[in-house]
């Protein structure tokens, strides 16, 4: 009996190590997982939001804006939690917009789980944004997260791409980087002023292939510079008219930027 006692303490603080930890967590660490403490509420971030605290419709909060063309942004119930669900129509457009926002060094670290229903497979070359940033005094569009079709490969792939400045209109897409559909990852991704270096991790895995610096990038052979970035929107944007599939679902969660790396 006594063995037994000393036993049972052990063996309830073990078990409740490992609830309070949050559990066990699914592949690419999307919503199906149980949820530890919300990432808004325990860390400093230059922005959050785990829609938690949303009611279920159309949003309602000023902490971000939307950018639509048509698209809808709708915050949904799923399992544990609420996640924003985007809806696009043909080469329509649905983002959250973070406005006035401001990295220091003009430098920072972005994190979002996502889940895409359907990329396009047509036309060749569809086009994809799913993260974009600008600022003032620049023309350059910088897309840290999209992709594109590419009929020859059968396949969809994620790159790093920008448009409007002197590199020009490209997606640095890469085959080491095939898009996955119906399935929850989770992306970061980094803005690095020093350097103009944008890199990418997928689920927590690096993806140097798809890193772009000042002279490593898929444009005009000139250096690709990052604008003073004051916003940041994260959302979906087709650029092609007629695709297939002709509407788009995506939903995602848990958003955060900040001073360093959020982590999955």
């Known amino acids: 009996m006594a063995k037994t006692t000393r036993l049972l303490p052990i063996t309830l603080a073990t078990v409740m190590t490992v609830l309070l930890s949050g559990g066990a967590t699914a592949a690419g660490g999307g919503p199906d997982r149980a949820h530890g403490p919300s990432t808004c509420a325990h860390r400093s971030l230059l922005f959050c939001e785990d829609f938690e605290r949303l009611p279920t419709g159309g949003p309602a909060t000023l902490k971000w804006g939307m950018d639509t063309r048509h698209g809808t942004l709708s915050v949904e119930r799923h399992r544990q939690g609420k996640v924003l669900h985007v809806h696009t129509e043909g080469n329509g457009r649905a983002f959250l917009r973070v406005d006035d926002f401001a990295a220091p060094g003009n430098s920072f670290f972005g994190r979002m789980r996502l889940k895409v229903d359907a990329f396009p497979t047509a036309p060749d070359w569809a086009h994809f944004t799913l993260v974009e940033a600008t600022g003032p005094g620049s ?80 444009g005009n052979p000139v250096d690709f510079v990052l604008p003073q970035v004051d916003n940041v929107k994260i959302g979906w944007q087709l650029y092609q008219a007629g695709p297939t599939p002709d509407h788009f679902d995506l939903w995602i969660d848990d958003i955060a930027l900040g001073t360093s790396r959020i982590r999955c």
């Not at 490209?170 to 690095?192: G, H, I, K, L, Y």
């Open 139 to 218: 023309a350059e569009i910088v897309r840290p997260l999209g992709g594109q079709w590419v009929s020859s490969l059968g396949g969809s792939f994620w790159g790093v791409g920008a448009d409007g400045g002197p590199t020009g209109d490209w997606t640095n897409w890469r085959e080491s980087a095939p898009t996955v559909e119906d399935r929850w990852q989770c992306f970061e991704w980094q803005w690095d002023a020093t350097d103009n270096r944008i890199a990418v991790w997928i689920d927590g895995v690096p993806q140097p292939d798809l890193t772009v610096t000042t002279t490593k990038h898929g």
